[in-house]
């Protein structure tokens, strides 16, 4: 009895593995140049029109795994010192496929009793995410849970590349997410239709798309709801405009310098 159950354990595990598989091998993505080790871009955060803070994003590396590449990505989010209603501090690291899908995500937040950390390892070879969460001081462990998936998943910031990925194309999708130990669902909506886009840090017109949707999830400062963003319609595939819900309404985001070899926001003709 013990074997036969074995073995079905065995058999269950070929089968999801064989699931997530033909669902990564049918993600095809349009812009699969958007991923490239050493690019760093900034953002900076506005309410109404007060800045309030910053978004430093980098890919750091790439490295392969199983076959495939993984880039390992960051963001550095920060609001600036001083304001009265608001203080936050989070990284954020995200080990996203070249098909643009999490591998690997591992947060630490700064909250008013110290550093707390977040973990999730997405194992696809047997079919679920192991997470963890803690305090960052002696690595505490104080939440421990092992989700079952079928599907490769988004975290709070592999889906940000996955947008980079999939934009330039008129598509909608229902991203699942993986974001404070939740399973939820994204809508991503792709626009192909160009629009200029002008931005503070050049002196022209940006050709961008559009893409809009709803998160199904509640991030970071109550991020959740409605959002909008132009993209560079490029390769490259950069966020130069978004619009995003937080606890104190909507914030405008914007690029405001970048560093990726041999590129410039493309010039609107």
Same mark, same amino acid.
């Given at each position: 009895m013990k074997n036969i159950l074995i073995i079905i354990s065995l058999l269950f595990k070929v089968f999801v593995f064989a699931q997530i598989e033909d669902k990564i091998q049918n993600l095809n993505p349009v812009n699969s140049n958007a991923l490239k080790v050493g690019e760093e871009l900034t953002y900076i955060v506005r309410y109404t029109f007060i800045p309030i803070g910053e978004?430093?994003?980098?890919?750091?590396?790439?490295?392969? !795994?199983?076959?495939?590449?993984?880039?390992? @990505? /960051?963001?550095?989010? *920060?609001?600036?010192? +001083?304001?009265?209603?608001?203080?936050?501090?989070?990284?954020?690291?995200?080990?996203?496929?070249?098909?643009?899908?999490?591998?690997?995500?591992?947060?630490?937040? !700064?909250?008013?009793?110290?550093?707390?950390? @977040? /973990?999730?390892?997405? *194992?696809?070879?047997? +079919?679920?995410?192991?997470?963890?969460?803690?305090?960052?001081?002696?690595?505490?462990?104080?939440?421990?849970?092992?989700?079952k998936i079928n599907q490769p998943i988004q975290d709070g910031l592999s889906i940000y590349y996955f947008a980079r990925g999939f934009a330039r194309q008129q598509k909608s999708f229902d991203i699942l997410t993986y974001i404070n130990e939740n399973m939820s669902t994204t809508k991503i909506n792709f626009y192909k239709q160009t629009q200029p886009i002008k931005i503070d840090a050049v002196d022209?017109?940006?050709?961008?798309?559009?893409?809009?949707?709803?998160?199904?999830?509640?991030?970071?400062f109550g991020l959740s709801g409605n959002y909008e963003g132009y993209f560079t319609n490029d390769e490259a595939c950069i966020p130069v405009k978004a619009t995003l819900k937080v606890i104190i309404g909507n914030i405008n985001i914007e690029l405001k310098s970048w560093k990726r070899d041999g590129w410039k926001p493309p010039k609107r003709s």
């Open positions: 978004i430093k994003l980098k890919i750091l590396r790439k490295y392969k !795994k199983d076959g495939r590449t993984v880039f390992e @990505t /960051k963001a550095n989010i *920060d609001s600036y010192e +001083g304001l009265p209603f608001v203080d936050l501090h989070s990284i954020y690291t995200s080990h996203v496929t070249d098909k643009f899908y999490s591998e690997f995500f591992f947060a630490l937040d !700064k909250h008013s009793y110290g550093w707390t950390f @977040t /973990k999730y390892d997405f *194992d696809y070879k047997n +079919g679920y995410v192991v997470a963890q969460r803690g305090f960052r001081d002696g690595w505490q462990v104080h939440f421990h849970d092992t989700v022209y017109e940006i050709d961008c798309v559009r893409l809009d949707g709803v998160l199904g999830y509640t991030g970071i």
